[in-house]
Every structure is written in C-alpha cells, then in structure tokens.
C-alpha cells in the first residue's frame, strides 16, 4: 500500500472512531433520560418523573410539580402529604408521582437530579423524603452537591456510584424535560397538582389543605 492509501486508510479509521464515539455518547445520553415517551397520565408526559407511588393499576393520578428548595412544597409535604397516602395511596384509590419543577435557584436542579441518582440503588423515595426533611432556605448551600452526596451516604448508597452519578450531570436533561413539561402544562409556580382519571382531570394551585384534595379525589373515584 503507498503512502497515499496509508495516510487516507488513517483518515477513514479516525472518522470510524468518531462515529462510534457519538453514537456511544447518545445512547449514553438517552439512556439517562430513561426514555418512554408513550408515558403520560392525561395530558401530562410522566415520562421522565418519579417512579409511581402506591399501586400502578390506582383509578386515580396525582401529579405533583414541585421543587425540592421550595418551602410551600415543604409545607405541603408535612402537613397534607401523609393523610393522602394514608387515605387514598395506601388503600389503592389513587397514586402519585412527582415531576420537578426545578425553578427556584441554581440548586434545584441538581436536588432533583439527586433523586434519579439514588433512583439507580432503588431509593428514590428515601432521598426525596430526605430533601423534604431537611431542607433549607434557597440556595443556602443545604442541596449543593456536597450535601447531596452526604444525604446518599445516610441512605447507605454506593457512594461512589452516587457520587459519580452526581458530579456527571448525567440527569440533567431528565430534570430539564420536566420542568418543561410542567411549564407546558402551565404549572407557574410550586407545588402545583394536576389530578387525573380515565374521565379528565382537574389542577389545584399551592399547598392547599387536606379537605380541598379530599374534595377533588372524592368527586373522580
């Protein structure tokens, strides 16, 4: 083979390597974002969400759009949240699954990608429950990623693989699509509720007491 076959048999395998490189990247890529676009509930793409709290055959969805730095999602978390996983998640007439909305300061997204992190050991719930417990005032340096990698240590995770996953960003593009999505569902601020049956579905607004949930998933079972 001459010099010219060599140098354009060099090129070709370069070009070759570079292929395969990007193509590996997005599968990467896709494979982060957990990819199931057939998944919605009602109008809302719950694709890239939580995994389902309570039974997946439930007559009812609730659809939460939240923000781990948010202090009315906090409040909600510890003053409604427990009675409707008591009442209606528990006794399978409803379930539930979060989808960030990741708006309120340069911390929110990495919280929220956390939770996919600790979602790969089969934790999310623990580590969102953990965010909601002790969270703090926005941006106070209580959900950066130091913090982060030390609530995946009290769950006893694979801290390295957690920290990994972390410092990667490898879920970024999994928060952003909901955050868009609950955008596109006109989810303003946080929390904000979309409820849903094979029916139709209704929205509520902020962290409303018991009795106004108790009301709207009453009249859909």
Same mark, same amino acid.
């Given at each position: 083979?001459?010099?010219k ?14 292929? @395969?490189?990007s193509?590996?990247?997005?599968q990467? /890529? ?6 199931d676009? /057939?998944?919605?509930?009602g109008?809302?793409s719950?694709a890239?969400?939580?995994? !389902?709290l309570g039974? =997946?055959s439930a007559?009812?969805? !609730? ?7 948010c ?8 003053? %409604?949240?427990?009675?409707?996983v008591?009442?209606?998640i528990?006794?399978?007439?409803a379930?539930l699954?979060?989808v960030?909305?990741? !708006?309120?300061?340069?911390d929110?997204?990495?919280?929220a990608a956390?939770?996919?992190c ?7 719930w623990?580590?969102h =429950?953990?965010?909601y417990t ?8 209580w959900?950066?990623?130091?913090r982060?990698?030390? +609530? ?7 801290q390295e693989? +957690?920290d ?9 593009k999994?928060?952003?699509?909901? %955050?868009?999505e609950?955008?596109k569902?006109?989810a303003?601020?946080?929390p904000? +509720? ?9 929205? @509520?607004?902020g ?5 106004v949930?108790?009301?709207v998933?009453d009249?859909?079972?």
């Amino acid at each position: 083979m001459g010099k010219k076959g060599i140098i354009f048999g060099g090129i070709a395998a370069v070009v070759l390597i570079a292929i @395969i490189a990007s193509a590996s990247i997005s599968q990467t /890529g896709n494979e982060a974002l957990n990819l199931d676009m /057939g998944q919605t509930h009602g109008t809302v793409s719950t694709a890239m969400g939580s995994p !389902i709290l309570g039974s =997946d055959s439930a007559p009812i969805t !609730i659809i939460e759009f939240g923000d781990y730095q948010c202090e009315q999602c906090y409040n909600w978390y510890h003053n %409604t949240k427990d009675s409707i996983v008591q009442n209606y998640i528990e006794t399978g007439k409803a379930n539930l699954i979060f989808v960030d909305l990741a !708006i309120l300061g340069r911390d929110s997204p990495k919280a929220a990608a956390a939770t996919y992190c600790a979602e790969e050991q089969g934790k999310y719930w623990e580590y969102h =429950d953990l965010l909601y417990t002790y969270q703090e005032e926005v941006n106070s340096g209580w959900a950066n990623s130091e913090r982060l990698k030390a +609530f995946a240590f009290s769950l006893e995770l694979d801290q390295e693989l +957690f920290d990994s996953c972390v410092d990667s960003g490898k879920f970024a593009k999994r928060v952003q699509f909901n %955050t868009n999505e609950a955008k596109k569902q006109g989810a303003t601020g946080t929390p904000t +509720f979309i409820i849903v049956n094979s029916e139709g579905q209704q929205k @509520i607004g902020g962290a409303q007491p018991y009795s106004v949930f108790q009301k709207v998933l009453d009249s859909m079972n």
